[in-house]
């Protein structure tokens, strides 16, 4: 019933109403605090894209991580899922990036702008539907073309529950505490020749910075 619903323009507007309201109640009711910020204001004075990388998982709440400038823009893609997150990002005051199935270049084309606009890029390298902690995306490739460098982020609050989906999707609760925590170093895209590399280093990080995090908790 819900799938058939979110099918109609109308009812996937609703959808997206109800899960910013959700978001901006359990936003303004917990405590966050974001760790190594530093480290991005620290690139960020470069005037350099970067590209943020976090697990699908830890998706919901890290729509509102970003203390920076300049503008964030997710990447996401044209089913309704991908549809349903662009709304909500939107009234968050994020642009999302549309990755269109049929139209690899229209992807390619918005983040082209996007560099030249010096916009920092957000990513879930294991999106839409897994494997879980697998890259399954040309970040390596995209990362050559433009010489971006990346962001590690990982997110995880005292309070949640888990939506039984292929990642089991975090679900942030109000009143809890949440942490943003940052990698500690800024991935140089250059330093690699080869996509196997890049793509160990890169999962490697992001499991790695998602088990630093329960330390603070």
Sequence with gaps: ???RLSKNNFFLNIFANLVFLSLWIIKST????????????KELIK??????????????????????????????TS??????????QKKFGLDPLLRKKNNPTFLIKNISKAVQNGDCIYITPDA????????????????????LNIAILSFHTNKYFRINSWD???????FSKGIYLWGN???????????IDFNKKISDELNKNSERINDYF
């Design 30 to 41: 917990s405590n966050w605090n974001g760790v190594n910020e530093e480290i991005i204001e």
């Design 128 to 147: 839409p539907h897994g494997p879980p902690k697998k890259i399954n995306t040309s970040i390596f490739k995209l990362c050559q073309k433009f010489n």
């Design 79 to 88: 089913h309704r899922d991908g549809q349903l997150s662009s709304l909500v």
């Design 185 to 195: 170093e800024i991935i140089q895209s250059k330093d690699f020749k080869n996509e």
């Design 47 to 76: 005037k350099k894209t970067l590209i943020v990388l976090i697990w699908h998982h830890q998706l919901m709440g890290s729509t509102f991580s970003w203390k920076f400038q300049p503008k964030l823009r997710p990447v996401a």
């Design 1 to 3: 019933m819900l799938k």
């Design 168 to 174: 089991k999707l975090k679900i942030p609760l109000p």
